[in-house]
């Protein structure tokens, strides 16, 4: 790290304000997934294992047309920087088309519910009902992409806190609907599963409409051309995608390699997949923070950048990773020292020898997490960085070459010539910190300082774009 380039106390506390409403926004996200389980739980054993089978199967679908569509978060970062407001409206409008077309594409889906849910597997009773909640969800991708899109506008403008109450909005209804009709009250019949996902349907229109709203409001129509600059334009629509739609695959094919991870992890044995399982959600407490933290930087790096001012850029960066390192560092050290009493939360009361055999092998996990977290933030705010600088084909074209290789191929072998979970955790940790070691020399090498989405008055700079940029 330069001297000239070391954070300063107002590159942090602009960060952190923008950072923790975004790390909320990410927790509520996760919030809807885990009360629809607590209520599940509630209701029918079989269902919570069908609820998240089917939830991790729609994410793995939905996060490309997710993340393409969120992508337009950069181009309003951009915009905003360099102080042209009136093109912000027309990019969002081409956002919005492209999650309407894509929702619309998911509801095309439900049909095929139940022949897509056979690929995974599962023992027929729990097909019936992750087919029933899959159609719910593939319904739900609709409202779930036009908010992506319509958030845009204000994370790229630095108005993280509007994310946040629009998120509240549906994380709000959806808990509402849920617990009411899961458990079949207020006069209305006891609907278990599909009681969960109507109300997820619920939850996303109310964010979605929360949203179009606050974009149609006269202020926003009068500056940044909301509403009637909203037209078809192949153009502007073309330029999201050929930058946005790289994130979009590395996402989707990173939720690939973790959903076969998990599946392999789970045929190896049942404790090892619970015990997984575990360490998984309990590496959120440092993921979530960090995600939050790469996002700000993302918005934070794009506005520079639109400013024309690279090294007010990389302060930002250098900062960002500051912050999540050391976040990091507190949380891993709580891995190692402390293991069973943060696994205690998920004890069986009903199945002690169960409990047991999966409890053992929590600590050494956590000492994977532990490892591999430290990276994970590195990689998560540089990749993020580099995102808000338009470099997305870079980190396509490295989780494309390594994330199968680390963590899917390991993790069958593992399976199919008993070689242990630990291979298969270590393999992946690999993966980690071969990413961000990639991503720190990429950033390092300062292609990206160079690189614009947007170049003189309404025009994107894809010309300057080369093959040799990777």
């Known amino acids: 790290m330069l001297v000239s380039e070391r954070p300063g106390q107002h590159s942090l506390s602009r960060l952190l304000s923008l950072a923790w409403p975004l790390i909320a926004s990410q927790s509520i996200l996760t919030g809807q997934i885990v009360l629809d389980r607590v209520f599940l739980s509630r209701s029918d054993t079989d269902s919570v294992g069908a609820g998240m089978s089917a939830v991790m199967l729609f994410w793995m679908f939905v996060s490309l047309f997710q993340y393409t569509a969120n992508y337009a978060t950069t181009f309003v970062a951009q915009y905003t920087g360099a102080g042209r407001s009136e093109e912000i409206g027309p990019m969002i409008g081409q956002a919005l088309w492209f999650s309407t077309i894509s929702g619309i594409g998911f509801i095309a889906l439900v049909p095929f519910a139940g022949p897509i849910v056979e690929l995974v597997g599962h023992e027929e009773s729990l097909q019936i009902q992750e087919t029933t909640y899959f159609r719910w969800l593939c319904s739900a991708a609709l409202p779930f992409l036009i908010t992506a899109a319509g958030t845009s506008f204000y994370a790229g403008r630095g108005d993280t806190r509007s994310v946040l109450l629009i998120n509240v909005v549906g994380l709000t209804v959806n808990s509402f609907w849920a617990y009411t009709l899961i458990n079949g009250l207020l006069g209305f019949p006891r609907l278990g599963i599909t009681g969960a996902g109507i109300a997820t349907l619920l939850g ?12 149609l409001h006269p202020s926003n129509v009068r500056k940044f051309r909301n509403g009637y600059g909203w037209s078809f334009d192949s153009r502007r629509l073309g330029l999201l995608l050929y930058f946005g739609l790289p994130q979009g695959i590395s996402t989707a094919v990173e939720m690939a390699a973790f959903s076969l991870f998990l599946l392999f992890i789970g045929r190896i044995s049942a404790a090892d997949l619970s015990a997984t399982s575990i360490a998984c959600t309990l590496n959120l407490v440092a993921y979530l923070p960090m995600l939050g933290v790469g996002q700000a930087v993302e918005v934070l790096v794009g506005q520079c950048l639109g400013e024309n001012d690279s090294e007010k850029a990389s302060r930002y960066t250098w900062t960002g990773s500051t912050v999540a390192i050391g976040y990091t560092l507190v949380i891993a050290f709580a891995y190692v020292l402390i293991p069973n009493w943060l696994a205690a939360p998920f004890a069986t009361q009903d199945d ?34 580099l995102r808000g600088a338009g470099d997305t084909r870079f980190v396509t074209v490295v989780t494309l070459c390594f994330a199968f290789p680390f963590m899917v191929f390991p993790s069958w072998a593992a399976w199919r010539f008993n070689l242990g979970m630990h291979t298969a955790w270590a393999c992946a940790s690999l993966y980690v910190i071969l990413l961000s070691v990639l991503l720190f020399r990429r950033f390092q090498a300062g292609h990206w300082k160079t690189m614009r989405l947007i170049s003189g008055r309404d025009q994107t700079n894809r010309s300057q774009w080369k093959s040799s940029d990777l």
């Open 204 to 215: 996303g229109w109310a964010s979605a409409g929360t949203v179009l709203v606050m974009l």
């Open 352 to 385: 002690g020898v169960r409990w047991a055999e999966v409890s053992e092998r929590i600590p050494l996990l956590l000492r994977f997490v532990a490892a591999y977290c430290l990276f994970d933030s590195v990689q998560i705010v540089l990749g993020f960085a």
